[in-house]
């Protein structure tokens, strides 16, 4: 099973509509991110969480929200889709450590569409 | 976060070395220099950090300079399975990652 698990993988929506994006991580890491790719750019920060009570904007939140439901569990959130949201959306995890490793796992993506 | 600079593609044949480069002069004493690649629409995977010292791992070596103000990532021996985009990421350690556009690598038969 991998350890970061994004629901769903690919999804079209109306504008207006509300979309949650969910992301699982088995890794027991506090570190979460959700991060946002449009073609031909790199990743782009939306939000951040270190633990369960933390929750932190990234470079680009307006118009999203997150949960942080459990250390396991973090949500994304479009309350009112537009058409501008359609991008590949991915989750990822970390733990830092003394070495610097810090590496981030990543999910497999979720394609969203926004008509 | 200290900002990189890296060409925007480069070619490699197979079974040749590839060696990216990437140019990040602001960075601070106590950030890393990562490195991650993304394979056509996959999420990105790690490849290798350092910090002062060169590192080498199955992956890949990474040279930092004595300054610390470039690096140069190296794949050895080139498969066409390391077509990808390669990511140069100057960051404090475990957190969120400034991506860039990266290198468009493309490793030819």
């Known amino acids: 099973d991998a350890d970061v698990t994004q629901t769903p993988r690919n999804r079209i929506t109306k504008t207006g509509k509300r979309i949650m994006l969910e992301c699982s991580q088995t890794?027991?890491?506090?570190?979460m991110y959700w991060y946002r790719q449009d073609p031909g750019l790199g990743l782009r920060l939306i939000y951040y969480?270190?633990?369960?009570?933390?929750?932190n904007k990234g470079e680009i939140s307006d118009g999203y929200s997150v949960s942080r439901q459990a250390q396991a569990k973090f949500s994304l959130s479009l309350e009112s889709a537009i058409p501008n949201q359609t991008a590949l959306y991915f989750c990822?995890?970390?733990?830092?450590?003394?070495?610097?490793?810090?590496?981030?796992?990543f999910g497999p993506g979720t394609r969203l569409t926004v008509l | 976060d200290a900002k990189t600079t890296q060409p925007p593609s480069m070619d490699c044949a197979e079974g040749r070395a590839a060696n990216l480069p990437c140019n990040h002069s602001?960075?601070?004493?106590?950030?890393?220099v990562y490195w991650y690649r993304q394979i056509h629409s996959q999420g990105p995977q790690y490849i290798i950090h350092?910090?002062?010292n060169n590192e080498t791992n199955e992956m890949a070596s990474l040279i930092i300079t004595e300054d610390r103000k470039s690096s140069t990532l190296i794949l050895p021996h080139a498969t066409l399975r390391d077509t990808a985009v390669y990511y140069c990421?100057?960051?404090?350690?475990?957190?969120?990652?400034?991506f860039g556009k990266g290198t468009s690598l493309l490793v030819t038969p």
């Open positions: 990822a995890t970390s733990d830092p450590d003394r070495r610097g490793r810090g590496e981030q796992f």
């Open positions: 890794k027991g890491h506090d570190r």
């Open positions: 969480s270190f633990d369960v009570k933390d929750i």
């Open positions: 602001t960075i601070s004493g106590n950030e890393y």
């Open positions: 350092g910090l002062k």
């Open positions: 990421i100057v960051n404090l350690s475990g957190y969120a990652l400034n």
